[in-house]
């Protein structure tokens, strides 16, 4: 397995003695990485030792033991590896050295590794040292000597009262709904965003995706999620301009998109916590990854995770030419799947056949069943964002053994199933959602890379974009709701 390297360096404003002196302490990165919660050398050993172990744990919950390997005072270098730690870096070995700028009040900072990784994590990873811990340590320890401190040992973090952070409101557009029911209800008002809480970020957002779960919660379907007044909206993607304590994996001017079981999204400007992020590298922009996030990640669940769809799954896919439906017809397709869809004109069969749908249901009034048998004698997967005026047709239009994902409502909420039912067929019945599938940043990250590398690959062509200004929310709804949208629609704070 190829090794994988991150080098990264930086000038520190402080004399190399200054640096040093906390480098050169093993033991010292819970007082200044705040990515580190607690460190602790094992074995009562000096943290100077060559051949101490440090455990570490992390402020998302990891734990990492590394071993210092050597130690040059004379040329202020160290080297350590990982001997366990429970994100998947293999074979880690980092060198940090540091040598005097010329004028010798100024520091250069050399940080280096080499390291191996499970197939697929190669670029997550390097992202993840380079930035998360490298670039994030080297603004760290600036701002923990900036704060005055001439070691590592202190008795308060190094992270309050931040240059970088903003401490006043920002005013921000921003869509409220303020009662339930149809698309006019979304009006643009101006409200203050206050500076991020600990743990999160404040993104100036570029683009916002709409989801037709906005459209549910609008009409008050889920009033529990959406309380009145409420601004919907699960994700989008911009700057992030400022960050909350113990914020150690961005900084102001990273790109990020996120996604977050909490609505909220439809402002210029919001706080969300940094573990519903991810950053975003040159060759993504703003409105694709604003657009595909949520809908590639259901994509890539439905058919890794749930429907386990592989060469040869008969899978029948609703809406096949809408924002979820062409990502999953497009990535079951190179899968070796047999994909049928419905969809209800010959603009959008057109579409759907482009994204990979071989057989196209062209039906506006939800009958399918009878094609799905003629095509594939039924259906091994159903993926169901249509709801209750299908109901009946989709229970028909299983296989034997089959299973309904039933992942949306767009026509009603489906009315409660029998048992008695299913197992007239012996089918089985799913009710998912997709924030359950990203319940960490590791696993938010891991996805979104995968969504981001089938369409680097092609496999999952960009996703069309419907464009809107944000304080059009309500065109951008009617829109969606007319069933006349192809692809994903997109809102544009101006
Ligand atoms: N559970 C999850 O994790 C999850 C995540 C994302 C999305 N979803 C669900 O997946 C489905 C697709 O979401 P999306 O955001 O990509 O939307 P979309 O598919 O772009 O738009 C919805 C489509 O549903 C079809 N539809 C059928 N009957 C409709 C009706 N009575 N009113 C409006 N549309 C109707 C239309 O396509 P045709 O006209 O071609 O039939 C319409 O274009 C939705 O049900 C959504 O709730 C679920």
Avoid at 36 to 60: A, M, W, Y
Avoid at 145 to 155: E, F, K, N, V
Avoid at 275 to 296: C, F, H, P, Y
Avoid at 389 to 415: D, V, Y
Wanted: some cysteine; glycine content about 8%.
């Amino acid at each position: 397995m190829a090794l994988q390297k991150v080098v990264r360096s930086t000038v520190i404003d402080a004399p190399i003695e200054k640096v040093w002196a906390v480098l050169r302490d093993f033991n010292s990165h819970d007082q200044w990485h705040t990515v580190v919660d607690t460190s602790e050398i094992e074995d009562g050993k000096t943290s100077d030792r060559v051949g101490c172990v440090r455990n570490f744990t992390l402020q998302d919950g990891n734990h990492i033991r590394e071993m210092l390997l050597s130690l040059s005072d004379k040329d202020h270098v160290s080297t350590y590896t990982i001997v366990e730690a429970t994100v998947p870096l293999q074979r880690y070995v980092a060198t940090v050295t540091l040598k005097p700028v010329t004028d010798g009040q100024r520091t250069f900072w050399h940080w280096a590794s080499t390291f191996s990784t499970p197939a697929g994590m190669e670029a997550q990873l390097r992202e993840m040292v380079a930035h998360g811990v490298y670039e994030a340590g080297f603004a760290n320890l600036k701002r923990h000597l900036q704060l005055g401190h001439s070691t590592a040992r202190s008795t308060t973090r190094s992270t309050g009262n931040l240059p970088i952070r903003q401490a006043s409101p920002i005013t921000a557009q921003t869509i409220k709904v303020r009662e339930y029911g149809d698309a006019t209800q979304l009006r643009a008002e101006t409200s203050d965003v206050p500076p991020p809480g600990p743990g999160e970020v404040r993104i100036r957002q570029t683009a916002i995706g709409v989801n037709y779960l906005d459209v549910y919660l609008r009409k008050g379907w889920i009033p529990d999620f959406l309380p009145l007044p409420g601004t919907p909206g699960m994700e989008a993607a911009g700057e992030v301009i400022d960050v909350g304590t113990d914020v150690t994996s961005l900084l102001p001017g990273d790109r990020v998109a996120y996604m977050g079981p909490l609505p909220g999204s439809y402002s210029s400007v919001r706080n969300v916590p940094v573990a519903w992020t991810v950053r975003l590298s040159g060759g993504m922009d703003d409105i694709t990854a604003a657009a595909s996030l949520l809908k590639g990640i259901t994509a890539d669940y439905l058919l890794h995770d749930l429907g386990r769809v592989q060469a040869g799954t008969r899978l029948l896919v609703h809406a096949a030419a809408g924002g979820v439906g062409s990502m999953v017809c497009a990535w079951a397709r190179n899968k070796g799947a047999l994909v049928m869809g419905t969809v209800s004109s010959e603009a959008k069969a057109r579409i759907a056949r482009d994204h990979g749908c071989q057989h196209v249901i062209v039906t506006s009034d939800y009958t399918f069943s009878a094609a799905v048998h003629s095509i594939a004698q039924g259906a091994d997967v159903i993926i169901d964002g249509l709801g209750d005026a299908a109901r009946e047709e989709n229970f028909a239009a299983l296989a034997p053994c089959g299973h309904w994902i039933s992942l949306g409502q767009a026509s009603g909420p489906l009315q409660p199933l029998s048992p008695d039912w299913l197992v007239s067929k012996s089918v089985s019945f799913s009710r998912p959602v997709a924030f359950a599938y990203v319940a960490n940043h590791a696993l938010l990250n891991q996805r979104a890379e995968r969504v981001w590398q089938a369409m680097r690959e092609g496999i999952v062509p960009p996703v069309q974009t419907e464009r809107f200004a944000l304080k059009d929310a309500a065109a951008a709804h009617a829109r969606l709701e007319s069933r006349q949208s192809t692809g994903a629609l997109v809102l544009l704070p101006g």
